[in-house]
């Protein structure tokens, strides 16, 4: 059972030419599977409102949790210090990286050192953002990811299309499909707990014969030198506690003051993502088991810079619940791929435009700023602010999509000159009543499932000038 | 100049104004009913709790639940002589692969979401309640406490090298977010409650 299908590369990546919108547009051809993508997020929102009804104290905890966060970005070059000393006091090994890069060549110096060219991983976002798991697979290691969500999109050669729910775009027939191909198991069996049940069966012998574990951090705490990671499967456990070596890859951001500060956190994140009371496993790594190593690698890869960014920089206390990715209408239908990037949805659109603006600078365009997402977010970050202040700064960095870009100058144009204004609402309104065609087909995105309303016969201020003498007339 | 002083150096420079760490004590609310909720909560996550006075109940439910062929273990020496006590000499976590049921115990459960804390000494091996096929935990009803912020105040400076908070069964709910029990841990969690 050890053998494992999961040997190639290249995962299909998410064509870089394509925009969130043209990529939704991909996702929004089968109608079913959106509203059912759409459905199915949105039960996971309410579950989320139920659980956090049922605490009087929430909007305490979401502002004591904030506040420990601004904090942490006030004080982190002292936190990281003092958990890199309490870390090494407890012999646990501390690494930094400045870049994906850096990271992914500790991780596989880690593992050539020590013989190994098998490891299992549990969930860990960073390394989704860092790719790692392409980098190992052309240096010859082979990568098993162990939440089966994770596993199931490695066997489909995806990306995760959610932080936390990682395989919510796929259906149950997908997954028995691929269950079948690489596991064997009969073809039309697509029972949840006939496929889980295949997984554990598998991946049972894989933590059982792996002598490297890597797993993500939820929480590190400075005071004390320990890291938390939380599980609902088990699976960071099973792996860490039975191979040799632990590697546990977090960026800066991860670090919180004090043991205690646990409690408010342990107590947001899950009623946030899934509106459990917390997640099955909280596990706390203080100190390595006898016999084995446990190494700490902490990653910049560009949350110094977001850091400097004082509009943005709110968007490092992210704890990475995925709620606002839950509640977000346009992430809802629009699937978690097509914001072409590691972490999908509103908190995605804030931080991938950091890392690199022109290839991101469609992401901030892809909300509504309806607010939603702000409304829900735990550590109370700011996340559809962030989203208008990141669309300004796109523009003006010459960002914006070409279309974009010429309608607004045109806009621009028309709104100073009240003689165009009065023309061009003229002639729309002559459009839409004689030639709709010209409006109303599929090339005017505004089209797009929606009907354009009918039009006035005139302006307002034409309105205006013809009533403002006699008041009663019209009413 | 290294990664590390590059990369502390670069915080440094970009880190904001100091901001106050906010009182948090508020937090530690008073529950009058511990032992229901936590019953409660537990039960609704797809836990099972069991209420006995006394350790010796617990071997009428593993003649009830298990097989004589099964692997029991435990890490109270209590009750060593109905299932195999795991000894404090370290063995290896993969010769525990085999084990159907472990039983073991807590000095801190919490009512609010129905989790026991539990460290590295009192489990012996930290791969053991992931390990088995199914898990019992034994709790004392004056044990509970109403929420994390009360139990991290119960776990203090402890200085364990492992500790995790443990909410039931191991589950995942991946596939079409159908709930299923028995992801890559136990299937299922008992607690033994002693009242």
């Known amino acids: 059972m050890e053998s494992s299908p999961l040997n190639y590369k290249n995962k299909i990546m998410i064509a870089p030419d394509k925009d969130h919108a043209a990529l939704a547009n991909e996702f929004n051809k089968d109608e079913q599977r959106v509203d059912w993508h759409d459905e199915t997020l949105w039960w996971v929102r309410q579950k989320r409102d139920n659980a956090v009804k049922k605490l009087p104290e929430w909007e305490e905890l979401r502002e004591a949790g904030s506040q420990i966060k601004n904090n942490v970005l006030g004080n982190l070059n002292y936190y990281l210090q003092q958990f890199e000393t309490n870390a090494k006091a407890n012999g646990v090994h501390v690494h930094w990286a400045l870049d994906a890069k850096e990271h992914n060549e500790i991780v596989l110096d880690l593992l050539l050192s020590k013989g190994i060219n098998k490891i299992v991983k549990s969930k860990s976002m960073l390394t989704e953002e860092c790719n790692l798991n392409d980098y190992l697979l052309d240096n010859g290691v082979n990568v098993i990811d162990s939440d089966l969500g994770e596993f199931i999109v490695q066997l489909a050669n995806e990306h995760p299309s959610h932080i936390v729910l990682p395989c919510i775009h796929k259906k149950k027939e997908e997954i028995g499909e691929l269950f079948h191909q690489h596991l064997g198991t009969p073809s039309g069996n697509s029972d949840p707990i006939f496929l889980t049940e295949t997984a554990r069966q598998h991946l049972r012998e894989t933590f059982l014969a792996r002598k490297a574990a890597l797993t993500g951090v939820n929480f590190a705490v400075a005071e004390t030198g320990e890291f938390v990671v939380c599980t609902n499967e088990g699976n960071a456990d099973m792996g860490a506690h039975l191979a040799d070596i632990h590697i546990a890859s977090m960026g800066i951001e991860k670090i919180i003051p004090e043991r205690k500060h646990l409690g408010v956190f342990l107590r947001l994140l899950t009623r946030s993502a899934t509106g459990q009371p917390i997640t099955t496993y909280s596990s706390h790594f203080k100190k390595p088991r006898s016999g084995a190593s446990i190494h700490i690698i902490i990653v910049d890869n560009g949350r110094s810079k977001q850091l400097g960014r004082e509009d943005f920089r709110n968007s490092l206390k992210c704890i990475r619940c995925g709620a606002c990715m839950n509640t977000c209408p346009v992430y809802r239908r629009s699937g978690g791929h097509s914001y072409h990037s590691a972490i999908a949805g509103p908190i995605g659109s804030i931080l991938a435009p950091n890392l690199d603006m022109e290839k991101h600078a469609d992401l901030p365009f892809a909300s509504t700023l309806c607010g939603s997402c702000t409304n829900v977010c735990p550590v109370k970050i700011d996340i559809h602010d962030q989203l208008y202040k990141w669309r300004q700064v796109i523009v003006k960095n010459g960002h914006a999509p070409l279309a974009k870009n010429a309608a607004l100058s045109v806009m621009t144009k028309i709104l100073s000159s009240p003689v165009l204004y009065k023309v061009a609402g003229k002639l729309g309104r002559l459009t839409m009543k004689w030639v709709p065609l010209v409006v109303n087909n599929r090339f005017n995105p505004w089209y797009k499932q929606r009907e354009l309303p009918e039009v006035p016969k005139n302006s307002f201020g034409e309105w205006y000038k013809k009533n403002r003498n006699h008041e009663s007339k019209d009413k | ?195």
């Open chain 2, 1 to 195: 100049m290294s990664s590390r002083d590059e990369l502390l150096k670069a915080v440094a420079e970009n880190q904001p104004m100091n901001f106050p760490l906010p009182e948090i004590e508020f937090l530690d609310s008073e529950c009058i009913y511990l032992a229901e909720t936590f019953i409660n909560v537990l039960t609704s996550i797809g836990g099972a709790v069991v209420l006995i006075e006394n350790l010796m109940e617990i071997e009428t439910y593993i003649l009830e639940k298990f097989k004589k062929s099964d692997r029991i273990v435990t890490t109270i020496p209590a009750i060593k002589w109905m299932a195999e006590l795991i000894p404090a000499t370290s063995i290896p976590p993969h010769a525990l692969s085999n084990v159907d049921f472990a039983i073991i115990d807590t000095h801190c459960a919490v009512a609010e979401n129905g989790a026991v804390w539990v460290t590295e000494k009192g489990i012996v091996n930290r791969a053991l309640p992931f390990i088995c096929q199914h898990l019992a935990v034994v709790v004392n009803a004056r044990d509970i406490v109403s929420n994390m912020h009360s139990a991290y105040n119960l776990i203090g400076t402890d200085d364990y090298g492992y500790g995790t908070f443990i909410s039931g069964p191991s589950k995942t709910a991946d596939i079409e977010q159908s709930l299923v029990l028995g992801a890559h841990g136990p299937r299922s969690m008992t607690i033994f409650l002693i009242m």
